[in-house]
T-cell receptor, first 113, second 114 residues
């Protein structure tokens, strides 16, 4: 069955450092992969989308890599800030349901001053 | 980007009753989705609701338990029927807009069943 795995343990880093979150998947051949941010009591918010033919994508302090051979995506936040503290979700296209998505459980990031 | 309003934001319900969750979008969209997020778990797709057709349910979810309406391009409802404590969860609606594969989510409905 299709699986999306993200680090279940929370990631604690110091302000100013780079946070790196991992998303691994199995039994997928995704056309694209997405990262979302979720704050407590809120719905997920889209951050970045990377397609299967792209190796890397950047947006301000965010960078995503996509390795279809390793079946892995890395999500980096450089110069992290306490405001970056949230849960980050990896999502892949749900091949059965058109534009619907399958989500990982997410990794909680805490950035301390 | 689409702005999505969900009602209610939270509710506490008695076992055996039903709750209808509303999802209103500020623009016309073809595809709407309903997800469930149980504590500490990922979002799980319940169904896809396209205007003008019956909702398509994912494995493990049935229409009798989670009936969905999609009367127009800006509105949808999800009903959680004959509730049990196992239905306690956050229910989220989302839309895909512009065929860019990006989804926009409502804030969710936090349901507790006693």
């Amino acid at each position: 069955s299709q699986k999306i795995e993200q680090n279940s343990e929370a990631l604690n880093i110091q302000e100013g450092k780079t946070a790196t979150l991992t998303c691994n998947y199995t039994n997928y051949s995704p056309a694209y992969l997405q990262w979302y941010r979720q704050d407590p009591g809120r719905g997920p918010v889209f951050l970045l989308l990377i397609r299967e033919n792209e190796k890397e994508k950047r947006k301000e302090r965010l960078k995503v890599t996509f390795d279809t051979t390793l079946k892995q995506s890395l999500f980096h936040i450089t110069a992290s800030q306490p405001a970056d503290s949230a849960t980050y979700l990896c999502a892949l296209d749900n091949s059965n349901s058109g534009y619907a998505l399958n989500f990982g459980k997410g990794t909680s990031l805490l950035v301390t001053p | 980007s689409a702005v999505i309003s969900q009602k209610p934001s939270r509710d506490i319900c008695q076992r055996g009753t039903s709750l209808t969750i509303q999802c209103q979008v500020d623009s016309q969209v073809t595809m709407m989705f309903w997800y469930r997020q149980q504590p500490g778990q990922s979002l799980t797709l319940i169904a896809t609701a396209n205007q003008g057709s019956e909702a398509t349910y994912e494995s493990g979810f049935v229409i009798d338990k989670f009936p969905i309406s999609r009367p127009n391009l800006t509105f949808s409802t999800l009903t959680v029927s004959n509730m049990s404590p196992e239905d306690s969860s956050i229910y989220l609606c989302s839309v895909e807009q512009g065929h860019k594969n990006i989804q926009y989510f409502g804030a969710g409905t936090r349901l507790s069943v006693l």
